[in-house]
T-cell receptor, first 116, second 118 residues
Framework: AQTVTQSQPEMSVQEAETVTLSCTYD???????LFWYKQPPSRQMILVIR??????QNATENRFSVNFQKAAKSFSLKISDSQLGDAAMYFC?????????????FGKGTKLSVIP | GAVVSQHPSWVICKSGTSVKIECRSL??????MFWYRQFPKQSLMLMAT?????????EQGVEKDKFLINHASLTLSTLTVTSAHPEDSSFYIC??????????????FGDGTRLSIL
């Protein structure tokens, strides 16, 4: 079974500063995908960034970047130049092609607050 | 624009009522549908996976007779909570996986349905 652990239930960051959210996972699979999803108070799930395990290069999407350490099974999210709109729950998620399914396994989430 | 339509967004009903939640993929054909449940301040937990034209596969601890899933077409899946009770109150989210999307992973989610059972 795959597990995803987010050890920071809550984080806060000053507006315009940088914050890093932690995520570790456990799997015996070699080919898998990792995601960060954002869930604002509206509860809509928004894909922030995606990483394929076979790619060594860390994924980036504008102000969002990841530090993917495959050997350590670590997948942290860095948010640069934090904005008020970044305040939300952030979920780290894992997916693989086992049994032909790509279901997502989510961590418990980190609530990010942005201080003006 | 939205690629997944989930309705209703919020429903309040009496205990013992059955509630149907619809999830439509608007511009792609969904061969697989994932249904998740999210309790307040908790994460999303997979309830079941359905493939078009086949019976759904339920996760351990999820009652298949309580949560009926129908995936009769490539654009529509429904989740029916039968004889709902207060403990079934939760936020339900669908996530369709389309043909040819396997390599891109299931990125799309419905906006969710907030179910409140009185």
């Amino acid at each position: 079974a795959q597990t995803v652990t987010q050890s920071q239930p809550e984080m806060s960051v000053q507006e315009a500063e940088t914050v890093t959210l932690s995520c570790t996972y456990d799997t015996s699979e070699s080919d898998y995908y990792l995601f960060w999803y954002k869930q604002p108070p509206s509860r809509q799930m928004i894909l922030v960034i995606r990483q394929e395990a076979y790619k060594q290069q860390n994924a980036t999407e504008n102000r969002f970047s990841v530090n993917f350490q495959k050997a350590a099974k670590s997948f942290s999210l860095k948010i640069s130049d934090s904005q008020l709109g970044d305040a939300a729950m952030y979920f780290c998620a894992f997916s693989y092609s086992g049994a032909g399914s790509y279901q997502l396994t989510f961590g418990k989430g980190t609530k990010l607050s942005v201080i003006p | 624009g939205a690629v997944v339509s989930q309705h209703p967004s919020w429903v309040i009903c009496k205990s013992g009522t059955s509630v149907k939640i619809e999830c439509r993929s608007l511009d792609f054909q969904a061969t697989t549908m994932f249904w998740y449940r999210q309790f307040p301040k908790q994460s999303l937990m997979l309830m079941a996976t359905s493939n078009e034209g086949s019976k759904a596969t339920y996760e351990q601890g999820v009652e298949k007779d309580k949560f009926l899933i129908n995936h009769a077409s490539l654009t529509l899946s429904t989740l029916t909570v039968t004889s709902a009770h207060p403990e079934d109150s939760s936020f339900y989210i669908c996530s369709p996986l389309g043909v040819g999307m396997v390599s891109n992973q299931p990125q799309h989610f419905g906006d969710g349905t907030r179910l409140s059972i009185l």
